[in-house]
């Protein structure tokens, strides 16, 4: 009866230790799939998130001149995340150690934002396109010159608050 029970509880230790074994493969095999997919995706290059911060740039004014306070606060937040990504993403450039210069205007537009004041939301506006150019200068970038838009970047999109 015992030999019965050691065998059976050696049968049980193998059953479970085949499983282990099996599973162990499984999970290597599908780190080393994951692992390669990690090493060639696509990541956007730094031109291709300054493009994206440029388009929120004119967009943004264009909501907060016609006082679309929560479009205005999305392009807003929408840069932010851009900036955030370049930053985790190109970490690499040198360019990207100089982004921090942006901060206080991006604090001082989300001020004017919530405050819904079109007389204080357009020198923010106007501080932060400076700050933009004070980077690119910073980073030898001074031949690319952002100016507060004169004609909406998109013309599918209105600006003015939704009725």
Not at 114 to 135: G, H, M
Request: proline share 6%.
């Amino acid at each position: 009866m015992k030999y019965f029970v050691l065998v059976g509880i050696i049968g049980i230790i193998l059953a479970f230790s085949s499983c282990s074994h099996s599973e162990a493969k499984e999970y290597s095999a599908l780190k080393n799939r994951l692992d390669s997919l990690e090493s060639n995706a696509y990541t956007p290059g730094f031109g291709e998130f300054m493009n994206t911060i440029e388009i929120h740039h004119a967009k943004l004014w264009f909501a907060g001149t016609d006082q679309n306070w929560p479009l205005a606060q999305y392009e807003l937040d929408e840069m932010k995340e851009t900036f955030d990504d370049l930053q985790k993403y190109v970490k690499d450039r040198p360019e990207v150690k100089e982004i921090p210069m942006i901060d206080p205007a991006l604090k001082d537009l989300g001020q004017a934002i919530e405050s819904k004041d079109v007389n204080r939301f357009k020198p923010a506006y106007t501080t932060l396109t400076i700050s933009c150019n004070s980077c690119h200068k910073a980073t030898n970038h001074g031949f690319n010159v952002i100016t507060i838009p004169t004609a909406p970047p998109v013309t599918d999109q209105k600006f003015m608050p939704a009725k």
